[in-house]
């Protein structure tokens, strides 16, 4: 959900920019006790990251491939053996295809729903309030009870659960953020522009392929990133409807109770550079437009 | 609309399915459930897990206040004197995010281990001392609460600090307000509804949390979560499952429908 929060900035569109610094001079606390005090809690949100890369180099107690809590020297056989562990390599495969899959659907699903949201008004929309309201109790509701409530469909119904329940769970819970959040980058669409792509001899599916998808694409783009996010990191719904096939969290979380193989922390540090990685270059080159 | 569709099958209808279980019984061993009418399960249930609901509403609570504490300030630096650098800050806050929930998990299973090099090197520097051990206890299970959720706190007070108009500060300050008076009388009251927000999205997460209190709680002091997750995938007793879940459900819904009634139901998705 942050996504969004921290990409409508991104935009920063419809806000007042505070041309002249109206928030006064920041006072001394404000010049030394905020900043010192913030960078504290940067630190403190990325010192785990810290020891689990430390901890991706610690030699395993007694040949046991399995990662101790103390420390037993430096080692790089985890990066060398990276795919040697049983079933996590096939586990984030099967994480990155569900999440590919279930960005794929609610991205477009989630886009129509916002954009049916935002085009007709209550009267021509029967039910708009009360979709409004699913849309909300979706977000807010505790993860728990939809996996609870899910796997209590699927026993009802006797469907079997594998990677097809997990593609109906992941979608069911995206599209409700994608619809949001396109939503809020549709409430400032210009119609006339699609009226004139009309008046012009465009037909509707012109018209929506190269004036309107264009126009909405930020919203979408964000929606997806967002539905992408959602799906590769979700353990509790998964957990209760996974069956056989288990994606990467689940698979984790099971080897908790058998013994953690090291390269886990090898995958967490690995992935966790690639994303920093294209987070950065993506500030950097929207540094780079305005 | 497919999206209608796709919500309707998969949430709204497993919701009822849900309601419906809670009041049917079931054979653990085979599975089978029939329809009894048992409205006592609810009350029974909930009796007798009363000290676990406690326990999740005590946690959920403290690591929602660690963050609100921990997130106000910066929230505030970042929105008022982030300058050019704000969406790098912004960034920070999701570092976290980067890394898988299970695993940030499991690496402050291992700060907190009293073998892992962390603590080993605080006992050396005397800094703690020898018996000092937080891994399975309460504490543990609220620091790693507070730690996951802190971003769905941080962003968004900082969406509501950010979007308060300069011009009422301004404005204060052209009265002859001090700097104290316009952050108790202007920037307080206006970032009140960031602060419910923020308080519904990490509260409601945390409450319903059971991976913290599994991998750093240990056996004590268990969650509403952990119980749900063993009654459905461990004993497979769907009737008491589905009934504790209703009341999780419920107790969240409250929170929202309150939210609702007072700010208006759309405007929490202006914070996500």
């Known amino acids: 959900m942050s996504v969004v929060a921290g990409d409508a900035t991104l935009a920063g569109e419809g806000r007042p920019e505070p041309a002249a610094p109206a928030a006064k001079r920041p006072h001394h606390w404000g010049r030394i006790a905020l900043p010192a005090y913030s960078w504290l809690v940067i630190a403190y949100l990325v010192f785990p990251i810290v020891v689990m890369f430390i901890y991706s180099f610690n030699k395993s107690v007694g040949g046991v491939p399995q990662v101790s809590f103390s420390w037993n020297g430096f080692t790089t056989l ?30 477009v699903l989630g886009t129509l729903l916002a954009m049916a949201l935002v085009r007709y008004r209550p009267r021509q929309f029967h039910g708009k309030g009360v979709i409004e309201q699913i849309l909300f109790v979706n977000i807010a509701a505790p993860e728990i009870v939809m996996g609870a409530s899910l796997l209590g469909l699927f026993v009802t119904f006797n469907i079997g659960r594998g990677f097809l329940t997990l593609v109906l769970a992941h979608v069911m819970f995206c599209i409700a953020y994608v619809a949001v959040t396109v939503r809020a980058r549709l409430t400032g669409f210009d119609r006339a522009l699609e009226e004139a792509a009309y008046d012009l001899g465009a037909g509707p599916f012109t018209t929506f392929r190269r004036v309107t998808l264009p126009m909405i694409m930020p919203g979408v783009l964000a929606g997806a990133l967002m539905a992408f996010a959602l799906s590769i990191d979700d353990f509790v719904t998964s957990n209760f409807v996974s069956g056989t096939a288990s994606p990467f969290p689940v698979l984790i979380y099971a080897s908790t109770r058998v013994g953690i193989p090291p390269q886990v922390f090898v995958f967490g540090s690995v992935i966790f550079a690639v994303g920093i990685a294209l987070a950065l270059s993506s500030l950097a080159i929207g540094r780079k437009r305005t | 609309m497919p999206a209608v569709v796709w919500l309707v099958l998969l949430f709204v209808v497993p919701l009822v399915i849900m309601l419906s279980l809670s009041l049917k019984t079931c054979n653990p061993a085979s599975g089978a459930c029939t329809m009894t009418w048992n409205w006592g399960e609810l009350p029974r249930q909930v009796n007798l897990y009363r000290t676990e609901f406690f326990t999740s509403l005590e946690y959920g609570a403290a690591a929602t206040i660690v963050d609100l504490v921990l997130s106000f300030p910066i929230a505030y630096w970042i929105a008022f004197y982030g300058g050019r650098k704000k969406n790098f800050f912004l960034m920070m806050l999701l570092v976290p995010f980067f890394v898988s929930f299970v695993i940030r998990t499991l690496v402050w299973e291992f700060i907190l281990s009293p073998s892992g090099f962390f603590l080993t090197f605080l006992r050396h520097a005397h800094l703690v001392n020898a018996n000092f051990h937080v891994l399975g206890t309460g504490s543990a299970v609220i620091a790693g609460l507070a730690y996951n959720y802190l971003p769905f706190t941080a962003l968004p007070l900082y969406v509501a600090l950010e979007r308060i108009d300069r011009r009422v500060l301004e404005a204060a300050y052209d009265l002859y307000a001090s700097r104290r008076q316009a952050f108790m009388r202007v920037i307080l009251p206006l970032s009140i509804p960031g602060i419910f927000a923020a308080f519904l999205l990490t509260f409601i997460p945390a409450f319903g949390d059971y991976v913290n209190q599994q991998i750093l709680g240990g056996t004590s002091s268990t969650m509403i979560g952990t119980v749900i997750q063993n009654t459905f995938l461990v004993t497979g007793d769907y009737a008491a499952g589905s009934a504790l879940s209703v009341v999780v459900l419920v107790i969240s819904l409250v929170g929202i429908w309150l939210y609702s009634r007072v700010l208006g139901s759309r405007s929490i998705e202006e914070y996500l």
């Open chain 1, 78 to 107: 985890w990066y060398r053996t990276w795919n040697d562990a049983p079933g996590l390599t096939s586990a984030f495969w099967l994480s990155i295809r569900l999440a590919l899959i279930a960005t794929a659907i609610s991205t």
